[in-house]
């Protein structure tokens, strides 16, 4: 779709009275301190692309990328602008118009072919296994990576042995009577990162009555594509998405990844409007979407039996895509709190971005290093065990602060709790 | 001096990491929060952040010596354009020097650099039960320095006036690079008349006499505790005569607020659920004190503005505070949303009228609404007669722009007509300079001789206030 008549480029940009908002709750802002990373600024330049008073050049594209997408000053925003999507909308214009300049075969190719994604990922384990990746950064190798990813290595953990997929059947009945049918969009991340998270999602939906169906020819949400300006890639992701989750007749489309519930949510999907989405089907498929957290709180109404066990500290990191493109605060920490012998103490902060942002670590690491030290400090003063989350992303950045700050406690999903604490239940029975 | 060697110079004087020069982002630099900005965006030659009294005693001497202008900034929330180089100039970006340099509690003071943020001084304020009072509705993002520049004051003016009556001294580097102390040079004493009163002079002159570097702040005991009374009016004269049947009670609220029907309108139609009721007027008290004050003053508000009131609710618990205070609140923000394809424009804002005029003003700005065929809503600070305007427009479309300046122009006629002020409280900048000679006459020439004393060259802000 032409960028010109996006609806919040055509309709959002002339709100914009520069209060300043934005400014004093955006966590660049807070480490850049100049006007050309404010939110308002974004609005600004924005604006002054689409009005052609600057080229679509790199150099446009290098300040509007000073962001971590992650709608503090959206949901600030007084006039209500969506400043997050007008600034996709500006990176996905310029990359359009300098395919040059776009990180194609990444975005277009490896991204949105799940056996590509994943044969890589293999070959990373592989690399990691044999000390390759040493013997790369050794030679100097590493200083070839685009960006800031020579740095950033370290990020990305020790990858597990098997991915999620390659562990859970794609049928999983339910245990006992059947109550939901469930569509579990297994995302990218979980899949090949964080497997255990997904293992622990199916195993506390099958024990609470659902049949978990995780179609394997789902794909990417579209989510990194939107950040970095691929958005017609996004817009095909979503429609294929959309037409085979749409196939089955699901109760629920869950996932346990705020980026992919905050993609496929209907507010993204009128985002990503146009082209081979078709509204409808989109409309009635993310109707269906429902974070996991927000599903076995408020849905299943889960409930466990006390035992007794060891106390455990917990403290909880609201992700982006969760607390701000979603609303959903409340219903992880009750999900903690459910769970026996387990005290929740709050960060301060707790709904401030840790950094990761999806690739942002990956491209802008000296950055996204300082936001993260702020929310490390914060989360050390609890004296948790444990920093839960509903977001591979953060979860991959929360645990390199851990490294980082040598600090002994674990990142983990709320569900992984509640997947251990059945265990527990059916050893002590 | 051409602009590359200006640029060059700067980044030689304070290090490249303190300046900015690439044109792209200059333009970051071109807007404050005023329609002019967004109408005609300008850029400076250069934009510095300086980090101490020095650094900026280094430019100012570089740019008095080749006579290039110098614009002081601080958040860019301003309405003026007081912060835009008009005709290029170096601007000095003053809102990441923000610390604290001192709280001195036992002398009720604090010592601040001009970039803390309003709330962040009040938040460290707080730990000692200390506050500085002046509540600007951008507290969240304005400096103390952008306060100082422009005597901002907010929604407790009532009872705790402007920011200049908390000033005790500056330190102010002049055009020349020279550093003055005002208040004393040494003083830390709360009562002081000894000499001309620069300080009383420095604050509310927009940076056209130099750059305040320092700013030493008297703050007062934190209120313990407060209420909130929301009256509701079915005559708009009786909203005005409420406010002064209180006065004459012998009680000074904190803060007393208005909404006319078009703010009551914008409100519901923005949020449904706050349901404020359809009204000519809404007033909303706030008194703070000490508890059995609050509760006493609370009393005599019920009592008095009840006779006029069709309605009047009166709270000291937090929940229902918030939700009587939540109209008052989203009123900027609703203004925006009442026309989809509309935005509210920072344009004729802020004039202040005689407490006796108010219920006046509020008719006539709207019958100006009518006769350019603009939806207009009103609000603002009823206790000291500051009327806040919102023309709602869609800014891309040049006839609307071309009929709400001349909107904006009636109101700014309209304020000096009823003996009041084109600013109450958001300042001159470019936008109101153009009314000075009638607001003031005569004294714009000793106005503009006092600034030759400090400016002799005329570098410092040019284009603003007179």
Redesign the interface.
Request: glycine share 14%; aromatic share 4%.
């Given at each position: 779709m032409d960028f010109k008549q996006l609806p919040p480029v055509k309709?959002q940009i002339?709100?914009?009275?520069?209060?300043?908002?934005c400014?004093?709750v955006c966590p660049i802002f807070a480490e850049v301190?100049?006007?050309?990373v404010?939110p308002r600024?974004h609005v600004?330049?924005v604006g002054?692309l689409r009005d052609g008073k600057?080229e679509p050049s790199l150099?446009?594209v290098e300040?509007l990328t000073n962001c971590l997408m992650c709608e503090t000053c959206s949901i600030n925003c007084?006039?209500?602008i969506d400043i997050h999507e007008l600034n996709a909308a500006a990176r996905s214009y310029i990359y359009d118009k300098n395919p040059s300049l776009s990180r194609g075969f990444v975005f277009d190719t490896l991204w949105t072919k799940p056996g590509m994604l994943k044969k890589s990922t293999r070959m990373m384990y592989t690399a990691q296994k044999l000390g390759l990746q040493s013997l790369a950064r050794n030679l100097g190798m590493m200083r070839i990576l685009p960006g800031d990813l020579a740095k950033a290595e370290g990020i990305l953990d020790a990858l597990p042995r098997r991915t999620a997929r390659s562990v859970l059947a794609e049928v999983n009945p339910a245990k006992g009577a059947k109550q939901y049918t469930i569509g579990y969009f297994l995302g990218c991340a979980t899949d090949l990162i964080n497997p255990s998270v997904a293992i622990a999602a199916v195993d506390v939906l099958t024990r609470n009555g659902c049949e978990v169906i995780i179609p394997s020819a789902a794909k990417c949400c579209g989510l990194p594509h939107i950040a970095n300006g691929k958005m017609e890639t996004a817009r095909e992701l979503a429609a294929h998405n959309v037409k085979l989750f749409n196939k089955y007749n699901f109760d629920y489309i869950i996932t346990d990844c705020a980026s992919c519930s905050s993609a496929l949510s209907l507010k993204n999907m009128e985002f990503l409007a146009g082209g081979p989405l078709n509204p409808e089907e989109a409309q009635a498929f993310a109707a269906k979407v429902m974070d996991l957290t927000q599903f076995l709180a408020e849905k299943l109404e889960l409930t466990l039996p006390p035992l007794s066990v060891e106390p455990i500290k917990v403290t909880y990191h609201d992700p982006c895509h969760l607390a701000n493109a979603q609303g959903i605060k409340q219903a992880p920490r009750d999900l903690l709190k459910l769970i026996p012998g387990l005290e929740l103490v709050e960060m301060d902060l707790a709904n401030r971005c840790c950094g990761g942002s999806g690739t942002f670590a990956l491209t802008h690491y000296d950055l996204s290093m300082k936001v993260l030290d702020k929310k490390m400090a914060s989360a050390m003063a609890t004296g948790a065990q444990y920093i839960a989350t509903c977001c591979p992303s953060c979860t991959m950045q929360l645990r390199y602060g851990i490294k980082r700050h040598n600090w002994d406690a674990k990142v983990i999903h709320p569900v992984e709790l509640i997947s251990l604490y059945y265990q527990k239940m059916a050893k002590s029975a | 001096m051409d602009i590359a060697a200006i640029k060059k110079e700067l980044r030689s004087i304070l290090g490249a990491e303190k300046v900015l020069t690439e044109d792209l982002d200059l333009m970051y630099y071109s807007y404050d929060s005023s329609f002019l900005t967004k109408l005609e965006p300008k850029n400076p030659y250069a934009v510095v952040f300086p980090k101490s009294t020095e650094d900026v005693q280094k430019v100012m001497r570089f740019a008095y010596q080749n006579d290039i202008p110098i614009i002081p900034r601080g958040a860019g929330t301003g309405e003026t354009g007081g912060c835009i180089a008009m005709d290029g100039g170096i601007v000095f970006d003053l809102s990441t020097w923000d610390d604290i340099v001192e709280i001195d509690a036992p002398n009720m003071q604090v010592i601040v650099r001009p970039g803390i943020i309003h709330a962040k001084l009040n938040e460290q304020l707080a730990q000692q039960n200390l506050f500085f009072p002046p509540d600007p509705g951008s507290s969240q993002m304005c400096t103390v320095g952008g306060m100082v520049a422009n005597n901002a004051s907010g929604l407790r003016a009532v009872k705790y006036g402007c920011t200049e009556q908390y000033i005790l001294g500056l330190e102010v580097v002049l055009p020349n690079g020279e550093v003055i102390m005002t208040g004393g040079m040494k003083a830390k004493c709360i009562k002081n008349v000894s000499g001309l009163n620069l300080t009383k002079l420095m604050v509310g002159s927009e940076g056209v006499l130099g750059i305040v570097t320092q700013i030493r702040l008297r703050v007062w005991p934190k209120p313990k505790a407060r209420g909130i009374a929301m009256a509701v009016f079915d005559r708009l004269d009786d909203a005005p005569a409420a406010v002064l049947d209180t006065y004459q009670a012998g009680i000074l609220p904190s803060g007393i607020e208005i909404l006319d029907s078009s703010a009551i309108e914008a409100v519901n139609g923005f949020k449904p659920e706050i349901n404020l009721p359809e009204a000519e007027a809404i007033l909303l008290f706030e008194v703070d004190g000490n508890p059995p004050s609050v509760d006493y003053e609370g009393q005599v508000i019920k009592e008095v503005v009840g006779k006029r009131a069709r309605t009047i609710e009166w709270s000291t618990e937090p929940q229902r505070m918030a939700q009587l205070w939540e109209g008052r609140s989203i009123t900027a923000t609703a203004a925006a949303r009442v026309r989809k394809d509309g935005s509210r424009i920072f344009a004729g804002e802020d004039i202040s009228v005689p407490l006796s005029r108010v219920a006046d003003t509020l008719r006539a700005i709207r019958a100006l609404g009518d006769k350019y065929g603009i939806k207009v809503v009103n609000y603002g600070h009823i206790g000291d007669g500051n009327v806040h305007t919102a023309p709602v427009i869609n800014p891309e479309i040049p006839e609307e722009v071309e009929r709400v300046m001349k909107l904006v122009d009636e109101i700014h006629l309209l304020a000096i007509e009823l003996q009041g002020s084109t600013t109450g409280e958001h300042g001159v900048g470019a936008v109101r300079r153009p009314y000075a000679p009638l607001e003031h006459g005569k004294a714009v020439e000793y106005m503009q001789g006092v600034k030759k004393v400090f400016d002799d060259k005329g570098i410092m802000n040019p284009g603003k206030l007179f």
């Open positions: 309709e002339m709100k914009c009275v520069r209060c300043g908002k400014r004093s301190g100049n006007e050309t404010a600024g600004f330049m002054m600057v150099e446009v300040r007084p006039s209500g | -």
